[in-house]
């Protein structure tokens, strides 16, 4: 993920200036890099960032994109929520629009939730062919403080994506895989680029996760033409790695790999990164191209590895049921079938009569509001609520969750009362 922008918080401090003192409990979203430079065929990954918030237990957001230059891949729960995992720690929901992505978040256990700032959200696009420049834009927001109760002001700073001309520097393969303490070795590549001279990059790392060893010239230089190569470790956690191709009119074209690089892992098990500091390619006329984009790279140690690679799953999630509305929704009541995943299905009137599918709706706070009873059905179950809460009392109208389990299995739905 590029972390080098940092522009949105400069937006961030200018939209709290207009808006002439930052009001209690007020928070900031705004994307980050805030300009996302791509090439097709590639894809990217914006976060979205929130300013610093005493509490904050979800949030819903559409953000729309240009379909003509980007395609949406998928959205993952930002940092400050990766503690909590789905289905019965934290609700999470996102359907592709086509043009723009809607995804709802909510931390389900009650007393729980962030605390801001950092990254909430994270998306990944694919760059289509072509080139041009759009808004990334919040089409609508809400964040939720740990009441559930939506925090005003929301201030929403939107981005830009531009699809070429540019090119890029990365890391393959990224992320870089490392089965235990030892030596590796990692690939400096560039992007689609008509003629490269040279480049320059300054690496950084941390000490007390790697060691560098050496970096030497890569595919994209060999065979060589006559070729300057420097390599200089400035400080223990600085490299700097500089190549140029000698000769008037010589150059090379990428996509391909500019440096072989080499260090030795001290993770036993952990993550770490391999940051771009600064960088610099230059043309056959020795004229600087611009922009870049840069894609710094994760270094884990495989014994670490639990969930999705880059996104590790709190608890590992429970294994998914299956919910499929039966019932009218929104409305005073809402009714779901509820299945065990397929090649288990047989075992649902099973888990029912020995009482192992439990059921209870909770406020968008957390709370406890009614306990529900399933009842068999062909393949699994039968879950009703009738919009009461435990004590028979109509519930209020607003947005409850309702949460199923039945052994290892769990899901949970998003409901809408209306009255």
Known sequence: ???KSRMWW????AALLLLGARAPGAVVLGFEPDVVYATHPETFVVSVMASDVEGMRGYQLDIGFDPGLVDFVAAQRGALFENYAPPFGLYW??????????VECLILPEGECAVGPGEILRLTFAALEGQGESALGFVSGTVRDCQGVPIQPLVMLDGQIVIGPVTGLF?????KYVWGPGPFEVSLSVG????L???????????????FEQAVAGELLEPPPPLWWYVTQESPSLVRIEGVVLGPGQFVTGPGELAKVRFTSLLDPDTTEIVFETWHLWDVNTVELYPVAVDDGLVITHAALQGSPDHPMAGGGAPRLLLRPVGPRPGP?????CSLPSGEAGAGRSAVAAGRFEAEVLAVSGRFVASLVPRPSPGGAIVAWDGRDASGRGAAPGIYFLTVRSGAHGATERIVLVR
């Open 10 to 13: 400069v937006l961030l401090t």
């Open 93 to 102: 929901s996102v359907t592709d629009g086509g043009y723009h992505v809607a």
């Open 197 to 211: 001279r040279g480049f320059q990059v300054y690496l950084s790392y941390d000490p007390a996760s790697l060691v």
């Open 333 to 337: 009541a809402a009714a779901f079938h």
């Open 192 to 195: 689609p680029v008509d003629s």
């Open 1 to 3: 993920m590029n972390v």
């Open 171 to 175: 890391f393959d393969p990224d992320p």
